[in-house]
């Protein structure tokens, strides 16, 4: 029976507590493993008795010596994390009960990252970095070797822009929401331009410039997306292009708790400020199965286009890889990932897109043939950098640039939870 002093758990709450389907859980119930109560609200399960199973299918299902998995047998991890932030449900993508795929049609990157750090729906919001600060942040990134890549640059910039915050230690919300704006404003101001932009003049000063927007090229106030344009690719800006961009940081900046937004709470868990929190993130994100993947898919794609056969470019990226081929297969959603559908249905219009997407087109064809795994995001990113002839690392900006403000919000959320709540306990497996 369920301790009287304690609140109880609803078979969905026990469910996701375990990691199982509720079709799991009354097997469980019928074989006598876990009890329950009937009410008149449904089943009612005892916190404590819940907890104690937990542990003991954690221990039935350590990992041996040598074996990198964790909880469940199929390697499915135990632990659930409450979020308010994100939803995965029936191959849709929700942002706080909004599908983000209309999100990305209909907003900006800006408007859109500012309602999910403060809930306020504001059109007009501007992501803006601290002048005096990316003027620094610039210089320490110029100093970089010539193999520095643009993402590089940014990780640079996070440490240099929190150096010169001197209310980086405080975890006041506001405080919160207006370094993490800044930063994600900074980690884009600090890139250098892709090409000088034409008939413009010199650059206006950073130490002058109220906005993001005031750079080479955009010499009114600007959304990030156009800014971010001008930094990875020397093409004049054109709306469809940059439409396609905004929706892919629209689309990027959340999903679920994955490697690197698990990394970014167990800091803000132990109580470390936004700057230490986007540092986290960062250096999870810089991994070929997480933020880097694009770059891969992007070569791959690069070698179709210019005439080879899908077949071949995907032989030899699996001889070299190993594993499945890059850019496809999502485990969240049952068919084709709903941001890469979003992200490539977006590069019609763009002008020199139809070799990219042809070649898109033909390789999905290819493996779905051969294996049904569908585009992933990654795919539909590394079109998007091909298709406006972007850097070759384009992908790892506009994934970091847009992630950091879901790490932010994970932060947010992650402060007012008990500290240091996400420390696991580690098992010995030595002799």
């Known amino acids: 029976m369920p301790d009287p002093d304690l609140p109880t758990l ?44 937990a542990a003991a299918r954690r221990s039935r299902t350590a990992p041996v010596p040598g074996s990198d998995i964790h909880g469940h047998s199929d390697g499915r991890p135990l632990m659930v994390i409450e979020t308010d932030l994100t939803l995965i449900e029936d191959g849709r993508l929700f942002y706080r009960g909004r599908d983000a795929t209309e999100l990305a049609a209909s907003e900006s990157f800006e408007q859109v990252a500012h309602w999910l750090l403060t809930g306020v729906d504001d059109p007009d919001a501007r992501l803006r970095p601290h002048a005096d600060a990316v003027a620094h942040a610039r210089s320490v990134a110029d100093a970089m070797p ?46 250098p331009e892709a090409s000088p932009a034409p008939d413009v003049g010199p650059a206006p000063d950073v130490g002058h410039a109220p906005d993001i927007g005031h750079a080479p090229g955009h010499l009114t106030a600007g959304r990030l997306a156009d800014v971010l344009w001008s930094k990875l690719t ?37 109580r470390a400020n936004p700057y230490a929190v986007v540092t986290a993130g960062l250096g999870a994100l810089d991994s070929l199965l997480h933020g880097n993947a694009s770059v891969e898919v992007a070569r791959m794609l690069g070698r179709i286009v210019a005439g080879e056969s899908p077949e071949r470019v995907v032989a030899d990226t699996v001889a070299v890889r190993g594993g499945a081929v890059p850019g496809f297969g999502q485990a969240l959603y049952p068919g084709i990932d709903p941001r890469g559908r979003a992200i490539l249905g977006m590069l019609a219009p763009v002008d ?5 997407l042809d070649a898109a087109a033909r390789t999905s064809r290819m493996i779905a043939a051969r294996t049904g795994a569908h585009p992933n995001v990654d795919f539909a990113l590394a079109a998007l950098t091909l298709a406006t002839g972007m850097a070759p690392d384009a992908g790892e900006v506009i994934f970091a640039t847009a992630r950091s403000v879901g790490w932010i919000a994970h932060a947010l959320a992650e402060y007012r939870e008990r500290p240091l709540r996400l420390r696991p306990v580690g098992r010995y497996v030595g002799h």
Do not use: C
């Not at 026990?14 to 009890?35: H, N, P, Q, S």
């Not at 240099?160 to 101001?189: K, Q």
């Not at 020199?352 to 990219?356: D, E, F, H, I, L």
């Open 10 to 53: 609803t078979a969905e709450q026990t469910a996701a507590r375990l990691g199982i389907k509720l079709e799991t859980l009354y097997a469980y119930v019928a074989r006598g493993r876990l009890d329950r109560t009937r009410g008149p609200d449904g089943s009612a399960f005892d916190p404590l008795e819940v907890e104690r199973f």
């Open 146 to 191: 010539a193999s520095a890549t643009l993402r590089d640059r940014q990780q640079v910039a996070v440490t240099t822009l929190a150096a010169l915050d001197p209310l980086r230690h405080s975890l006041d919300p506001a405080t919160v929401v207006s370094a993490g704006e800044a930063l994600v404003a900074g980690m884009v101001a600090v890139l």
């Open 352 to 356: 020199g897109a139809q070799p990219v």
């Open 234 to 270: 020397p093409r004049p800006e054109q709306a469809a292009g940059v439409a396609a961009l905004n929706a892919a940081l629209v689309l990027l900046i959340d999903h679920d708790m994955a490697i690197s937004t698990l990394a970014a709470r167990a800091a803000a868990s132990a």
